[in-house]
């Protein structure tokens, strides 16, 4: 009887309020308002599940790992040593041998995992992460800003959490969701994207983590179209802003050519190239669109193609915001009263020009969700994970 109560009480406030005030989003938002939607950039336009977009069971043969013990690490790294990395979301670092070399391993037959943590970031949210040259691990922390772990000391240093005051795009603003990053190897300068204005908050029920996912939520129905691209000179310690304008800028990848960095448009279903030489340099375009699902992380694969992560498939949420009254309603209602988001897992690889080439699924998520990032590395997939306590792989010969 409460929760019909609540219900009734939100929609007779988002009736009125509207139309007569200028209603902001709900705590931890508050400072932010309801901007405008063109319905038009609404993503309702997913390609179907159909053609090289086929419904498909590949992912259901993919291995967990550290079921239950790593919570939510959003990126599987491999380091120069042959280990994987992986980042929770309470910022704890763990390093795991394949378990081969380690006697009485906990997770024989695949790979141990060192516990406790190997390393501790302190407060925030780490998300994308690779190491560097020098085989340090260069994070994209959503509180703190682009940070660097140095892996012999253990020491964390920020790199930047503010735009220069020079910059050429938003001058001397700061880096409110850091998200994703691509390092070029030669030069050690860092492509990474600053989600949306809204930062994250910790969780409300628990407040031992930051919560991603209802920033993430509340800039999706406030229609927070800051997203940026931006870039960081170690040489020169510059950080500058590339490309503006994204409805929550998500995964970067660097071209193996290096002729264009590209950066995923996750609100929009696609994935925007922008050139660094070439007759384009400097400008940007679509490298593809109409995805099938909502896009997370991107990566280069080795052999020059990319892989992409499709988070979630698209539901009736989007239709709910072509109106002001419903958007209100939406931030408003308590978690338990909000659509729910279906499962699934989905791995897309796509060519350097964008084409489609094979989409991996568990259509269900009943084995493999909500992956959040691809790494191919000597003929296996990794696949990171923003909400299941686990990470996985999948061996490409059974692809």
Known sequence: MRGVIVVALLSACAYYLPGTLNPTLPYPAQRFGFAHIDPATLPLDNSPLEGVYARNEVLRKAHKLFDGVIASAETVAVSPEGNLTLVDKHGFVYEAEPATKVPGAVFTGEWALDLPATYYLGPGRPLGFHHDAAGNLVIADTLKGLIRLDRTTGAVELLTARVSADSALAPDTPLAYVNDLDIDHDTGVIYFTDSQSIPVYPDRETGTFYDTFQSYLLGFIGGDVAGRLCRYDPATLRTDVLLTGLWFANGVALAADKSYVAVVET?????????????????????????????DGMSRAPDGNMWLAIVAPVTGLPKLLKSKVTRFLLAYLPAWARPRIPRWGAALKISPTGQPLQLLMDPDGSHIAFVSSVTEVAGRLYFGNVRMNYVSYLDLKDV
């Open 267 to 295: 609100n929009r279903l696609r994935v925007h190239r922008y050139w660094l030489s070439g007759p384009k340099a400097g400008t940007s375009d679509l490298l593809i669109e109409r995805l099938p699902g909502f896009p």
